[in-house]
C-alpha cells in the first residue's frame, strides 16, 4: 500500500515568486492536513481538505491557500513567496480526519526562498 | 491554548540502555496522542496512536503510555540501538481536526 506523496521534495524559489507543491494521500483517505516546520517554530498546523472542503485552518496569512480534488489529492499554494516561508511542508493524511483517526505524514517538500 | 512540551530537548545514551521520553500537555480535553520519529530532512514516521480512552500502546521495543488527567505520556524504548537515533515528536489530537505537535526530543545511540 502506497504511502503519503509529496511532490516536488525540493524547490528554490526566489522572494515574490508563487510556488504550488502537491500531496497525494494514502488510497481510501480522504482527509489531507498541511503543516510547515522550521527550527524556530517547530510544526504549526495550515490547514485541512475533507472531501474537497477545508475544514479548518491555522494562523497563517491568506498567501497561504489549498484545494483538494475529487481524488482526494491536495494541492498548497504559497503567493508572494517571502524568505521567512523557508520550510518543510508536510503533508499528512486520515482516513477522515475526526477524533480517533491516525495520521500518515509524507516525506514533505523543501522550500527554500532566495 | 494547547501547548505541548516535550523533555529534555535532546539525550544521549550508550546502546542497549531503555529509555523514557517525556511529553506533557496543558489541556487534558485531547482525542489521542500520537508518537512520530524523524529523521535529519525526512517526513514524520507514526510510531503508536494512544486514543483517549486507552492507557498504553506497545509495538515492538517501544511502549507509549498516556495520563490524561495529569496530562503527560511516556515513550518507553527498550534495549536502545543506533538505528533509533532520530528526533521524536509527540502530538495531541483536538477535536478540529489538527495535530499539536511538541518541539521534539532529539536522541542519539552511541555504539
Known amino acids: 500500500k502506497a504511502g503519503v506523496t509529496q511532490t516536488p521534495r525540493y524547490l528554490i524559489k526566489t522572494r515574490g515568486q508563487q510556488v504550488t507543491l502537491s500531496c497525494s494521500p494514502i488510497?481510501?483517505?480522504?482527509?489531507v492536513s498541511w503543516y510547515q516546520q522550521t527550527p524556530g517554530q517547530g510544526l504549526q498546523f495550515l490547514f485541512e481538505?475533507?472531501?474537497?472542503?477545508?475544514?479548518n485552518k491555522g494562523n497563517f496569512p491568506g498567501r497561504f491557500s489549498g484545494r483538494q480534488f475529487s481524488n482526494s489529492r491536495s494541492e498548497m499554494n504559497v503567493s508572494t513567496l517571502e524568505l521567512g516561508d523557508s520550510a518543510l511542508y508536510l503533508c499528512?493524511?486520515?482516513?477522515?480526519?475526526?477524533?480517533?483517526?491516525?495520521?500518515?505524514f509524507g516525506q514533505g517538500t523543501r522550500l527554500t526562498v532566495v | 491554548k494547547q501547548e505541548v512540551t516535550q523533555i529534555p530537548a535532546a539525550l544521549s545514551v550508550p546502546e542497549g540502555e531503555n529509555l523514557v521520553l517525556n511529553c506533557s500537555f496543558t489541556?487534558?480535553?485531547?482525542?489521542?496522542l500520537q508518537w512520530f520519529r524523524q529523521d535529519p530532512g525526512k517526513g514524520l514516521t507514526s510510531l503508536l496512536l494512544?486514543?483517549?480512552?486507552?492507557r498504553e500502546q506497545t509495538s515492538g521495543r517501544l511502549n507509549a503510555s498516556l495520563d490524561k488527567s495529569s496530562g503527560r505520556s511516556t515513550l518507553y524504548i527498550a534495549a536502545s540501538q543506533p538505528g533509533d537515533s532520530a528526533t521524536y515528536l509527540c502530538?495531541?489530537?483536538?477535536?478540529?481536526?489538527?495535530?499539536?505537535f511538541g518541539q521534539g526530543t532529539r536522541l542519539t545511540i552511541n555504539p
Open positions: 499528512a493524511s486520515s482516513f477522515n480526519g475526526y477524533m480517533n483517526t491516525e495520521a500518515f
Open positions: 488510497s481510501g483517505h480522504r482527509s
Open positions: 481538505y475533507f472531501s474537497e472542503t477545508q475544514r
Open positions: 489541556d487534558s480535553a485531547i482525542y489521542n
Open positions: 494512544i486514543q483517549s480512552s486507552q
Open positions: 502530538a495531541v489530537k483536538l477535536g478540529a481536526q489538527k495535530l499539536v
